[in-house]
């Protein structure tokens, strides 16, 4: 993976930022994504596409990573947002906004996924990048564990929902409980549509 990014190094490209996101998927939360940055020489053992580790495994690189990155960042877009401009723009944003929070500026962002965001700085789309790239992967576990430590505490508040384990993904569990509870108000109407019926809908406005 590493190698992967150093294939973009050139004298004028060192500083590379991969971004990633989570949280497109589920019917409750925010969307989180984060940015990080490595010095060209920093190597994590076992860095990779955050979806292929166990929980304990990303905590304990995400420790290794924030602390080893020259600059790291995340922002948080709530299910609000989500639900006013699409979960894709929301995405986006919260993409472009933790560039944007970098203490260091790179010279290159890879951008998990097929599309980009408006940036002065050099940016290319890397398809299916947490597997490829390790600062895209780096960035896809700082989201990951930031964003399961939110729906962990969401969940303290609506127990019913079990997000501290399906972290507001649309298991069998989780849509019987609204079903039964009803929305939150940390749910994404948009996504609710094929659960809820229209009158259950209107209550949410």
């Known amino acids: 993976m590493k190698k992967f990014d150093d294939t973009f190094r050139t004298k004028e490209i060192q500083l590379i930022a991969g971004v990633d996101e989570a949280g497109r998927g589920p019917l409750a939360g925010p969307v989180v994504a984060a940015a990080v940055v490595f010095h060209p020489s920093t190597f994590i053992e076992g860095v990779n596409d955050s979806k292929k580790l166990s929980a304990a495994k990303r905590e304990k690189l995400f420790t290794q990573i924030t602390e080893q990155a020259l600059a790291f960042a ?74 399961d430590e939110i729906m962990v505490k969401l969940s303290r508040e609506f127990p019913e929902y079990k997000w ?42």
């Open 164 to 205: 501290e384990k399906n972290k507001g993904y649309g298991t069998a569990k989780h849509i019987l409980a609204i079903k039964k509870y009803g929305a939150t108000p940390h749910h994404r109407k948009t996504f609710l549509k094929n659960i809820l019926t229209g009158e259950q809908l209107a209550l949410l406005d």
């Open 74 to 147: 995340y922002e948080i877009i709530p299910h609000t947002t989500i639900d006013e401009i699409n979960i894709l723009q929301a995405s986006l944003l919260a993409m472009k906004r933790s560039v944007e929070k970098l203490a260091t500026v790179p010279h290159l962002i890879l951008i998990d996924g097929n599309k980009t965001f408006p940036s002065n700085v050099y940016h290319k789309a890397i398809v299916k990048g947490d597997a490829k790239s390790f600062s895209i992967a780096a960035a896809s576990i700082v989201a990951k564990v930031v964003r």
